[in-house]
């Protein structure tokens, strides 16, 4: 489908891993796309041909100002971040500056250049460690990290500048992201699950699970893992809806509502990597609750979300991309 130029949407972070497969699945529904990105975490290879891509931060306020001007861009999905929760709790001024002065900036070009329309990649982690094994977006917000905290802090943002100047905004909360969507896109991070027991096996060493002896069926944790394009298609629709100008929700989990353990991720590692191994059993980490699952079905309601991936999909396609990643640096 040729993209309609006439309906563009600035993609913050569009370079990255999550937002690359955004921008595709924009493109595929017709919609314009410019990607904004720093490229300290994305890759510009990233970017498809033909999409714009500008080269610099969201704090930059002139940046961003001109760069909606200059695509007359019709709406934003934010997905541009600093995203290491671990790490945020060693750097909080920088993940307080990348994720809440970044968002202001943002917030304050949009205002400048009336663009009124935003999608919000927030995060599971404004829970932090809910009371309750299945989140809802009632469920009280704990954040325990300055990465958690600092997406909070951006959906109230939102909410408080839609108040002000009647943005339209929906903010989109989610907890494992893996798959890919195309050999040509990878998770790059080190410090999530598929990279590292992918770097562990092609290392000849043998990945680890911490923990075998929480109250799950098979004793070991239990989590959201979602498919990183059915992620791209729920931002889509939420793009197209507020565009429709229907109104949405503040907040959307997109959740499996069933999870899986740590042990049926490596067994499907096994299966798709075809490496046979038996992960080791190292102590539980101070912390990790046993089961952590959100329920998708107010998404599921407004924003068409399903599960449409397994997980085998979602380990065959990462292994795919990480194996074309490795022989492209070989190369």
Known sequence: MTPDPNHTWLITGGAGYIGAHVVRAMRDAGLGVVVLDDLSSGFA???????????????????????????????????????????SVERPLHTYTQNVTGTVSLLQAMADEGVDKIVFSSSAATYGTPDTDLVTEQ??????????????????????????????????????????????????????????????????????????????????????YLHVADLAQAHVVAAQRLAAGDQLEPVYNLGSGTGSSVREIMTAMARGTGIDFTPEIAPRRPGDPARIVASGQLAARDLGWKMRHTLDDMVASAWAAAEAAKSATTS
């Open 139 to 224: 469920t009280p917000t704990r954040p325990e990290s300055p990465y958690g905290e600092s997406k909070l802090i951006g959906e109230w943002l939102l909410a408080d500048a839609a108040r002000a100047t009647g943005l339209q905004h929906t903010s989109l909360r989610y907890f494992n992201v893996v798959g890919s969507g195309t050999p040509e896109i990878h998770d790059a991070s080190p410090h999530n699950l598929f990279p590292k027991v992918f770097e562990a096996l092609l290392a000849g060493r043998t990945p680890m699970i911490n923990g075998d002896d929480y109250p799950t069926p098979d004793g070991t944790a239990v989590r959201d």
């Open 45 to 87: 290879a990233f970017v498809p041909d033909g999409v714009p891509l500008v080269r610099g931060s969201i704090t930059d306020t002139d940046l961003v100002r001109d760069t909606l001007r200059e695509h007359d861009a019709a709406g934003v999905i934010h997905i541009a971040g600093y995203k290491y929760a671990g790490v």
